[in-house]
């Protein structure tokens, strides 16, 4: 395996970090004020304001694979990774580049796997960022862990479908740019279970469309984006909004939820290594008794067990990302699997040393740490609980003793 960075990567990981810190860490305390000041679910003007840079700065869409380079540089999924790492030391930074979820996965099912009038009205304004999306798949009634327990249904009637059901963590719904939606629901349920479902594309805007509240991430309310319980009740789209075919919801959420998870790992590692450097600047500007408590030796054992775990998750994200381009998702599911146990679990861990090692600070917006946590907490349930990724890895193990 070749973990080396091209040449393509490396002049892009360069830009990528001079971005940051000329456009996006000087930015961090405006943008905090912004989100806190007038109408929260409006656009942050910081952001927009350094999309049009980004996008001259040839840092767009960062995330699309080789064939679409006419609106990006056309990356691997191994040469996107560091990228998506350097843009993981902020938590709002990708969407700067075009390249946060889930915008990233809903182009990603449009470019795969869309017909041509859905990316004609709906992939262009995505890349183009003139519009936002959402992707609607679980549900408050069952446990959409298991996605084949998921009740909403789309009916055929005529020349339309009909959808009916009860969705929730809708992320990014809250966002007045938001115009479409991706639905995930039963077109059969009488078929064998992974093809029962379907995915429909659900302009918001659709009569019978309803959001019922907001779900906030600890106290977060993560505005503009949000995470929205929605409702649709005899919700009626043309057939044409189908994407791919009647019972085709699973294979496009594999091919969706692959790439998805490469790159909230990737932002999971700089999370942490933005935790590690936070930690580490604070232990040596505080003093307590008698001394930096950088010299105490219980912080050396943390700050070497986070370089350690930061360097083996980054290998296993980096061999995951080769597998994926060389032999394919399918081949790769084991990796992908184990290093989305591994990433959020370590970043957590890793802020959480740093929020101890601000004392009181820690835990309040001063320092970002808190929200930080709030975010790769809620990864460990986000595309899949720990428990079914360890559930498939040692299923995956112990065929091989068969």
Known sequence: ???????????????????????????????AQQVAEGDRWTPIQVIEDLKPLARDAGLWNLFLPKDYETVSPGLT?????????????VMWSSEVFNCSAPDTGNMEVLARYGSPEQQETWLKPLLTGEIRSAFAMTEPDVASSDATNIESSITADGDDYVINGRKWWTSGLG????????????????????????????????????????????????????????????VRVPAGNMIL???????IAQGR????????????????????EKMCKRLKARVAFGGPIADQSIWHERIAQARCEIEQARLLTLKAAYMMDTVGNKEARREIAMIKVVAPNLSCKVIDWAIQAHGGGGVSDDFGLAGM??????????????EVHRNAIA???????N
């Open 175 to 234: 966002d007045p740019r938001c115009k479409i939606l991706i639905f995930m629901g039963k077109t059969d349920p009488a078929a064998p279970k992974h093809i029962q479902q379907s995915q429909i594309l659900v302009p918001v805007d659709t009569p019978g469309v309803e959001v019922k509240r907001h779900l906030p991430v600890f106290g977060y309310d993560d505005a503009p984006h949000g995470h929205m319980e929605v409702t649709f009740t005899d």
């Open 245 to 251: 075919g009647p019972g085709r919801g699973f294979e």
């Open 77 to 89: 999924n191994l040469e996107y990774a560091p990228l998506a790492e350097i843009m993981g030391r």
């Open 395 to 401: 299923k995956m193990e112990l065929r091989s003793y």
């Open 373 to 386: 946590y709030a975010g790769q907490r809620t990864l460990r349930l986000a595309d899949g609980p720990d």
């Open 1 to 31: 395996m070749h973990f080396d960075y091209s040449d393509k990567t490396k002049d892009l990981m360069e830009r990528l970090e001079h971005f940051m810190d000329k456009h996006i860490y000087p930015n961090e305390e405006t943008y």
């Open 257 to 276: 939820l692959g790439p998805g998870r490469i790159h909230h790992c990737m932002r999971s590692i700089g999370a942490a290594e933005r935790a590690l």
